[in-house]
């Protein structure tokens, strides 16, 4: 059991302050993974749960102890580096099960835990080879086996599909996920991609400059973003985030556009919002598309605009048009007519998809729908 | 398929051979201004010192000189001062490297930690590397003289030595006048390479091991070592060959004396040559300490080798 908490948790560098007053709780199995851009304290943060770097302040539980002052090798941890830091000296066997040596285990133990781990990860056939014999992916493998076989109490993961190319980056993202099907443990990942975030994570916190900006469900974050911060992070391609001002009209309050459409707010989400006030108006690429090939909505919103650019994936495509003087993707899944740019195209978006922050804090202005608890 | 064997080798035409031999002769007239350089300033006198040494080959004597075989060789073999210098020197480079390797480790342990002035306190380390051994000879020689320095009498006080006494003078204990300077000389280059191999060790890999569960210790034996293990391996040989070899501080300090206690071989090399004139001779002790380094070199290397598996 292990259920990891972070109290009032701060880091400073000299006269920096790199983490502020981090407060988190993560229960026992639970993956959770920190993302954010570069610098934004997330690594800082496990490498300090990792007891890697001192906290200047706050408290960091970890099962029923307190961990602030103990050493990594007390905190019965592992971890996952980035560049994987495997013993080159060392062959794959004698990686995996340096821990266990270290800790003095009888050997046929250490053979039979590194056999079990190798079996799950598919390095049976590399167990006598040294990483320079290896590939990227492999390295990777043997670095999560070395830290599966010493059983601990929380798995910490420190951006390390980053190194990979692409394509290997899904695969190895898959394998993370399917193992901690079978090896339930409690997992605190980091990594500046949003996608790994969304696609493994049970809960994301998604921070910013040392702070928390949300912590929730993939869900959550997505359909809900608590601020402007963490709308423009997490999707691809990001939400459109519209500079806009908030005009009176003839049933309540509506958002206009610059030199484009005005957008009726919907008074049940919105009625804290009165007029002239400047917000910034958010929406999904996925919630704006041409009318004529558009999916169901639940409350359409006509609008007309031009056409700039088509990017065609295949499946889908991007459009680049112009909303009055903001230029807005949409992405159309699987396009019925060939997309070419053209002028004046009627388009349809979603009011019940519309994402309001507030133009100078970021702060969501949403009232709580059914996505928020 | 039939375009493939259509080939000049195929078809038995040989100007792909005579072009081959042209090539490899070409690398080399390449290498041959080099070769020509090394055998001149190596292995010609190097041929002509081992010459030498089947030689009656005495200054003094010039009416003499001429081949005489083994002569020399079975001369050294009953000579009892080449027997205590070739024990000397056995015991010169051992502790002198031991020493040196195991302080100069130190050093470097120490030196690559973070520490308030630790940029000042690493080039004060590397002082005594700068300064010339003949310098440095003379000063040990003032330190251990009683009349001058404090250094006898707090040997005596800490029970080394019974009375405060010059050791320099001293037969049983004249060696180790010179061995505590080169000690103290060679401890940088060890501190230097071994620094520099300790800051290639990729710092994650001690985080790695600190939370795979390793003591500070168990980091130092299982990463520290393994990575340092090649750098002090050929540091050894380097500096083996190197302290074997060099005369002068024991040269400064006690000429070889008292009654030939602190000679070593390349000593008894320089006074069999220049104070006895005696080159045939001089130049058997000198290849006869050259055949054992080679040897040592060799074995080392070996070991290096497999430990490298």
């Given at each position: 059991m292990a259920e990891v908490s972070l109290r009032q948790v701060v880091k400073r560098y000299g006269g920096f302050q790199a983490v502020h007053d981090f407060d988190l709780d993560i229960a026992h199995e639970e993956f959770v993974v920190f993302v954010g851009p570069s610098g934004c304290g997330k690594s800082t943060t496990l490498r300090m749960i990792a007891g890697l770097e001192d906290i200047s302040g706050g408290e960091i539980q970890i099962g029923d102890r307190v961990v602030n002052d103990l050493p990594p090798r007390e905190r019965n941890i592992s971890m996952v580096f980035q560049n994987y830091a495997l013993y080159p000296h060392m062959t794959v066997r004698q990686n995996q099960g340096f821990g266990l040596r270290m800790a003095g285990r009888p050997k046929d133990e250490i053979e039979k835990k590194v056999n079990r781990a190798s079996g799950l990860l598919g390095l049976k056939d590399f167990l006598s080879r040294r990483p320079a014999a290896l590939s990227g992916g492999q390295r990777q493998r043997v670095a999560m086996g070395r830290a599966i076989v010493r059983d601990p109490d929380v798995f910490l993961f420190d951006e390390p599909l980053s190194n990979l190319d692409a394509k290997l980056r899904g695969q190895m993202r898959t394998e993370i996920k399917k193992l901690h099907e079978k090896v339930r443990t409690t997992v605190i990942y980091v990594t500046h991609d949003q996608v790994e975030a969304m696609t493994l994570a049970d809960r994301i916190v998604v921070m910013r400059d040392g702070r928390i900006e949300q912590v929730g469900t993939p869900d959550e974050v997505f359909h809900a973003p608590a601020s402007r911060f963490v709308a423009g992070f997490i999707g691809s391609p990001p939400m459109n985030l519209i500079d806009a001002r908030t005009v009176a009209s003839d049933d309540g309050v509506a958002v206009s556009v610059p030199g484009g459409p005005t957008l009726p707010l919907d008074q049940s989400v919105f009625d804290h919002v009165g007029p002239d006030r400047p917000v910034t108006l958010g929406l999904?690429?996925?919630?704006?598309?041409?009318?004529?090939?558009?999916?169901?909505?639940?409350?359409?919103?006509?609008?007309?605009?031009?056409?700039?650019?088509?990017?065609?994936?295949?499946?889908?495509?991007?459009?680049?048009?112009?909303?009055?003087?903001?230029?807005?993707?949409?992405?159309?899944?699987?396009?019925?007519?060939?997309?070419?740019?053209?002028?004046?195209?009627?388009?349809?978006?979603?009011?019940?998809?519309?994402?309001?922050?507030?133009?100078?804090?970021?702060?969501?202005?949403?009232?709580?729908?059914?996505?928020?608890? | 398929m039939s375009v493939a064997a259509d080939t000049p080798a195929a078809t038995g035409r040989s100007p792909s051979r005579t072009r081959r031999r042209f090539a490899a002769a070409e690398a080399y007239a390449y290498l041959a201004p080099g070769i020509a350089i090394v055998a001149l300033v190596m292995l010609v006198p190097l041929a002509v010192g081992i010459s030498f040494s089947f030689q009656n080959y005495v200054i003094f004597r010039p009416m003499s000189r001429g081949w005489n075989g083994v002569e020399n060789y079975l001369e050294l073999w009953t000579d009892r001062t080449f027997w205590l210098a070739l024990a000397n020197t056995a015991r010169w480079t051992f502790w002198s490297v031991a020493f040196q390797l195991g302080l100069g480790l130190g050093l470097a342990l120490i030196l690559n930690r973070p520490f308030p002035g630790r940029a000042v306190f690493q080039s004060l380390v590397f002082l005594p590397w700068a300064v010339p051994t003949f310098l440095s000879g003379l000063n040990w020689q003032w330190l251990f003289n009683p009349i001058v320095s404090p250094l006898p009498g707090w040997l005596t006080a800490v029970g080394v030595l019974e009375e405060p006494r010059n050791i320099l003078s001293d037969p049983d204990l004249a060696l180790y006048?010179?061995?505590?300077?080169?000690?103290?000389?060679?401890?940088?280059?060890?501190?230097?390479?071994?620094?520099?191999?300790?800051?290639?060790?990729?710092?994650?890999?001690?985080?790695?091991?600190?939370?795979?569960?390793?003591?500070?210790?168990?980091?130092?034996?299982?990463?520290?070592?393994?990575?340092?293990?090649?750098?002090?391996?050929?540091?050894?040989?380097?500096?083996?060959?190197?302290?074997?070899?060099?005369?002068?501080?024991?040269?400064?300090?006690?000429?070889?004396?008292?009654?030939?206690?602190?000679?070593t071989l390349p000593n008894y090399v320089f006074t069999s040559a220049y104070k006895s004139m005696d080159f045939g001779y001089a130049s058997a002790l000198a290849t006869v300490l050259m055949a054992m380094l080679v040897i040592y070199s060799i074995l080392l290397l070996f070991v290096r080798g497999r430990l490298g598996q």
């Open positions: 999904r690429p996925e919630s704006i598309a041409p009318e004529r090939m558009a999916g169901p909505m639940k409350t359409p919103f006509s609008f007309s605009a031009d056409i700039t650019l088509v990017e065609p994936l295949g499946g889908e495509a991007l459009l680049f048009l112009q909303m009055g003087q903001a230029e807005v993707t949409a992405r159309v899944f699987r396009p019925s007519t060939r997309l070419v740019p053209e002028k004046s195209v009627p388009f349809l978006t979603d009011l019940a998809e519309m994402h309001l922050f507030d133009a100078d804090t970021g702060v969501r202005l949403n009232a709580k729908t059914a996505h928020e608890s | 006048g010179p061995i505590t300077a080169m000690i103290w000389w060679g401890i940088p280059f060890f501190a230097i390479t071994l620094l520099a191999a300790l800051r290639s060790i990729p710092q994650d890999l001690y985080e790695a091991a600190s939370i795979d569960g390793a003591s500070p210790w168990q980091s130092f034996r299982h990463i520290t070592v393994p990575f340092l293990m090649p750098m002090i391996t050929i540091t050894i040989l380097l500096r083996t060959v190197w302290v074997a070899n060099s005369p002068d501080l024991i040269f400064v300090m006690t000429e070889g004396g008292p009654a030939n206690s602190s000679q």
